[in-house]
Structure formats: C-alpha cells, structure tokens
Nanobody, 121 residues
C-alpha cells in the first residue's frame, strides 16, 4: 500500500501558473503508474494526466494537453503537475493517485486527500 500527500495548491489569477506535488510513502513508489485527477464544484471527478512507472510516457486529457505537464522523480518519491495558462474553469480539488495503468482512469487504486486550486478571473 502507498500513502499520498499533495501540496502546492492555492489561489492564482487567470493566466497564472502553479506546480502541484505529490509525495508517496509506503510501498516502493516506482512500481506505480501515477496520475492526477480533479473535481470541480458540482462536477464529477475527471482524469487530468497520467505517467508510467519509469516516467517515459505520459497521457493527458484533451482540455489540459499543452497547458499541463506531469512528471515524476522516483528518487524523491514525488510526482508533479505543472499547470500553466490557468483558467477559472480549472478551479477544482486536485487529487494525486497511484495505480497500475497510467492511461486507464479506472486502474487507480490509491488516492491522496486533495489540494484546492482556485483560479480567479
């Protein structure tokens, strides 16, 4: 089992940037594909991005591609989400997750507590 703790959320203006971090403890980090999800006010949780165990391959939701970048540092047990050109509609709680298949949202088994991102217009 793995425990996940997100950080880096906050309030940012339209067009701004934030970098989220998620640090894992417990089982070896590198055995997991990692992903980011988000849930906006009154919305379903949605997949944002995923990265394979080695970090060699990434996948993004269409609306985030080109603005968001997922990366990982297995030596630091940490996955990151760099978010640029943020829009008010990106306002959500962002969750880090660990699983077995990076590009399958249904294959994530472990979740962090979430970090709030608010984009003001």
């Amino acid at each position: 089992q793995v425990q996940l703790v997100e950080s880096g959320g906050g309030l940012v203006q339209d067009g701004g940037s934030l970098r989220l971090s998620c640090t894992a403890s417990g089982r070896t980090f590198s055995v997991y594909a990692m992903g980011w999800f988000r849930q906006g006010p009154g919305k379903e949780r949605e997949f944002v991005a995923g990265i394979t165990r080695s970090g060699g391959s990434t996948v993004y939701a269409a609306s985030m591609k080109g603005r968001f970048t997922i990366s990982r540092d297995n030596a630091k047990n940490t996955v990151y989400l760099q978010m640029n050109s943020l829009k008010p509609e990106d306002t959500a709680v962002y969750y880090c997750a660990a699983g077995s298949v990076a590009n399958d949202p249904d294959r994530y088994d472990y979740w962090g507590q979430g970090t709030q991102v608010t984009v003001s217009s």
